[in-house]
């Protein structure tokens, strides 16, 4: 046995160890996939820049070039001008010098008076000596220093730190996963999360082979998040978060495992009732089910057709124990869930058609004799509605019954505490508590329903509700007090 154990402890770790092997084998591939996706992105901003850069440059250097147009064709103009009025000056400087060489007085006088008169009107003396415009381009000049500093110390954007799920403050119950987490410091940059899960059927460290793919709720602004409508039909979930700013995600919490286990069960329609038609988790009252039973010990089975009272009880004795059950028989009109509770606290809802006759909903121990009916043995627990002739609710076990003076709600949910010894039945709806049996369970527990006229879905993989939680807390607190019909076994 010790060496079996041995043997089971090293099967453990080295599954541990290879699920590690290949989570650091994944990441050593998403090291080198994301290195260089974040190289070509790096790329991709660069050559943003430089297009930026060269769009600023073609848009300057042509406003530079148009500023050149402008000043030359200024300077032009001015020295075309000049040289009309050069022009005009030289022609009048010649008829000057001419002029002086006229011997007769009256022609200098007069020659000299046209000349003055020229001299007034001339362009020469208009012009303005000084450029319209300078040589200058400083104007144009443009200084990066600043834009410089500021590329230089272009870093990496600053990524959110991951957070830190506080798996103390999450929550599994009412088919939810409350999840709360926290900044391992204050980010003012951070604008909202992203929460993954997935269910899986491993604790501790997420697998990579064999799992379900990460479910992803974005855009998470607070620092809690509640998972609703979920069916845990696996053992555990997977949970991670991360935190982003407006430009980057950072890296993902520490993932964590919660128990998430239900119980989850069908009908077993192989050892039901002929009376019964089951399917899955609906099981309904066939009146022409039981015209083809055996006869049993030479009497004929009276269960022939829906005019037989669910209130008999069969005094046949029980069947043996057993590997396999037989089908039940005579007026037990029962079935049994397919699997067994050994350990742990479960819960499950029924609802019954309005139309049902008469239901008992309950557990029992295995391989119940094939006639028994729930609680009428000593090992069954039940609380039963008959609505024949007038409504009775009651809770029953070893033949006992106590009467229920309450209203039968439409839903009825079932808590089962086997290490604890408790089951209750509760109004699913208000979650109102029912009645409560406390025992000593000493063998594993099936769950029972009978049903004559009528119809019953079971709803399974459900956690136990916080109400439920809440209740048998302040039950246990205490003390409760002991039904009549508890039994220790």
Known sequence: ETLQRIVSTLVNKNDEIHNFIDMLNHTISNVQVNSSNAISELDEEFDGLYSVLHEMKGSMASTIQQEEARKIQALQDQLSQCSRALES????????????????????????????????????????????????????????????????????????KAPEIDVAACLVAD?????????????????????????????????????????LVDYIKATQYTLSGLKFDTKYMNLRVQACNKAVAGEYSDPVTLETKAFVFGLDSTSSHLNLKVEDSYVEWDPTGG???????????????????????????????????????????????????????????????????????????????????????????????????????SAKHNNKAKTLDIPVPDRIGVYCDFDGGQLSFYNANSKALLHTFRTKFAQPLLPGFMIWCGGLTVSTGLQVPSAVKTLQ????????????LNNVA
């Open 473 to 484: 807390k302040s039950e246990n607190g205490l003390g409760g007090s002991t039904s009549s």
């Open 291 to 393: 015209k083809g039973q055996e006869k049993v010990k030479g009497k004929e089975n009276k269960s022939r057709s829906n005019t037989a009272s669910p209130k008999r009880s069969t005094n046949s004795p029980r069947a043996s124990a057993r590997g396999g059950r037989d089908r039940f028989a005579g007026e037990s009109y029962t079935v049994l869930g397919d699997t067994a509770i050994e350990s742990g606290q479960h819960y499950w809802e029924v609802r019954a058609q309005k139309d049902c006759k008469s239901y008992s909903v309950g557990v029992t121990y295995r391989n119940p004799g094939k006639f028994d009916q729930l609680g009428k043995t000593n090992s069954s627990w039940c609380i039963h509605i008959n609505n024949w002739l007038q409504t009775t609710f």
């Open 175 to 215: 088919n939810c996963i409350t999840i709360s987490w926290r900044m391992p410091e204050e980010d003012s940059r951070i604008d909202h999360f992203v929460l993954e899960y997935r269910k899986t059927n491993f604790d501790g460290l997420p697998r990579l082979k064999g799992e379900q793919r990460w479910e």
């Open 89 to 160: 000056s030289e022609e009048l400087l010649e008829l000057a010098v001419q002029s002086l060489d006229i011997k007769n007085p009256v022609e200098l006088l007069e020659a000299a008076r046209q000349i003055k008169d020229s001299v007034t009107v001339a362009s020469a003396f208009r012009l303005s000596l000084k450029p319209k415009v300078s040589d200058s381009m400083t104007h144009m000049m443009v200084d990066f220093a600043l834009e410089k500093r500021m590329l230089q110390a272009v870093k990496f954007l600053p990524v959110p």
